[in-house]
């Protein structure tokens, strides 16, 4: 039988203002436009894996100011794009937006391909199809996101559905803001493994 001891749970550890300290179990890079990044799926991206005690570091060639959403939502990220690397990282997420500016960036582009190579989780929504694209990682993949981005997903060998979310292998695609919800599940799902 065991003590009383043995049947309490280790207490969390809290921070100097009484809140619990978070503890990740990895962490997933978000790559985010200055402006007109599509927050909500941004959201449900980032609330679904924490629930999987999965971190999230944003970063964004806009480092010194707030970074603004569609809808007016603006934050600071964590660090600057120039200069990161996939090695401390389970994953990695593009976000779409308004403007397809990520799929013509070198760090973008040098970082979707260090995680395919290291077989890492690598997730866009909308136009942050582009950037998968344009960094040659969908051969033989099924993807979805903004129509805009659906010839440049086949020429980049990809098989492209329109539907609101795909999967395939560590590749997680979503349509468009709508698929906020499902593209967090997918999100979880895949990183949790």
């Given at each position: 039988?065991?003590?009383?001891?043995?049947?309490?749970?280790?207490?969390?550890?809290?921070?100097?203002?009484g809140?619990?300290?978070?503890?990740?179990?990895?962490c997933?890079l978000?790559?985010?436009?200055a402006?007109?990044?599509?927050?909500?799926?941004?959201?449900?991206?980032?609330?679904?894996l924490?629930?999987?005690?999965?971190?999230?570091?944003?970063v964004?060639?806009?480092?010194?100011?707030?970074?603004?959403?569609?809808?007016?939502?603006g934050?600071?990220?964590?660090?600057?794009?120039?200069?990161?690397?996939?090695?401390?990282?389970?994953?990695?997420?593009?976000?779409?937006?308004?403007?397809d500016?990520?799929?013509?960036?070198?760090?973008?582009?040098?970082?979707?391909?260090?995680?395919?190579?290291?077989?890492?989780?690598?997730?866009?929504?909308?136009?942050?199809?582009?950037?998968?694209?344009?960094?040659?990682?969908?051969?033989?993949?099924?993807?979805t996101?903004?129509?805009?981005?659906?010839?440049?997903?086949?020429?980049?060998?990809?098989?492209?559905?329109?539907?609101?979310v795909?999967?395939?292998?560590?590749?997680?695609?979503?349509?468009?803001?709508s698929?906020g919800?499902?593209?967090?599940?997918?999100?979880a799902?895949?990183?949790?493994?």
């Amino acid at each position: 039988m065991a003590s009383a001891e043995e049947e309490t749970p280790a207490s969390d550890a809290l921070d100097e203002d009484g809140l619990v300290i978070q503890t990740y179990l990895s962490c997933v890079l978000v790559i985010v436009p200055a402006t007109g990044f599509g927050e909500q799926a941004l959201r449900f991206a980032r609330s679904s894996l924490a629930n999987v005690h999965v971190g999230t570091r944003s970063v964004s060639s806009q480092y010194d100011e707030e970074v603004m959403g569609r809808l007016q939502d603006g934050f600071m990220v964590d660090e600057r794009l120039a200069g990161q690397s996939m090695e401390n990282y389970s994953g990695l997420l593009i976000c779409g937006g308004e403007s397809d500016e990520l799929a013509s960036d070198a760090d973008v582009l040098r970082l979707v391909k260090a995680a395919s190579l290291a077989g890492k989780l690598i997730a866009s929504y909308g136009n942050g199809l582009g950037a998968l694209a344009a960094a040659g990682v969908l051969k033989g993949v099924r993807v979805t996101g903004s129509s805009s981005c659906s010839d440049a997903a086949r020429q980049a060998g990809a098989s492209y559905s329109g539907r609101q979310v795909e999967v395939s292998g560590h590749v997680v695609t979503a349509l468009d803001e709508s698929s906020g919800m499902r593209f967090g599940k997918a999100l979880a799902q895949i990183v949790a493994i």
